[in-house]
């Protein structure tokens, strides 16, 4: 049983950045494969960014070049730093962690409009 907490979400004007946190439990967090995904508003969920044990990522080609995932083992913690946000990148992020079982958190809201 995996709980996964976000945060940082907000509204940003375009052009700007925002870095959201995923607090995670567990004692196997190294282990996991930690993913973020978004839902725009009438789309369907789409996978962002993700990243291995050993730090190994990958993106979705709307966001290469602007966003970063990163993860810190020794605190538990994602994270997803977004750069010249636009509002195409308006949605509800959601951290998870993948081991077997594909855990989500709750979601955090990100607005990006003038």
């Known amino acids: 049983q995996v709980q996964l907490v976000e945060s940082g979400g907000g509204l940003v004007q375009p052009g700007g950045s925002l870095r959201l946190s995923c607090a995670a439990s567990?004692?196997?967090?190294?282990?996991?494969?930690m993913g973020w995904y978004r839902q725009p508003p009438g789309k369907q969920r789409e996978l962002v960014a993700s990243i291995t044990s050993d730090s190994g990522t990958n993106y979705a080609d709307s966001v290469k070049g602007r966003f970063t995932i990163s993860r810190d083992n020794a605190k538990n913690m994602a994270y997803l730093q977004m750069s010249s946000l636009q509002p195409e990148d308006t949605a509800v992020y959601y951290c998870t962690a993948n081991f077997g079982e594909h855990y989500w958190g709750q979601g955090t809201q990100v607005t990006v409009s003038s």
């Open positions: 567990g004692s196997m967090f190294r282990l996991y494969i």
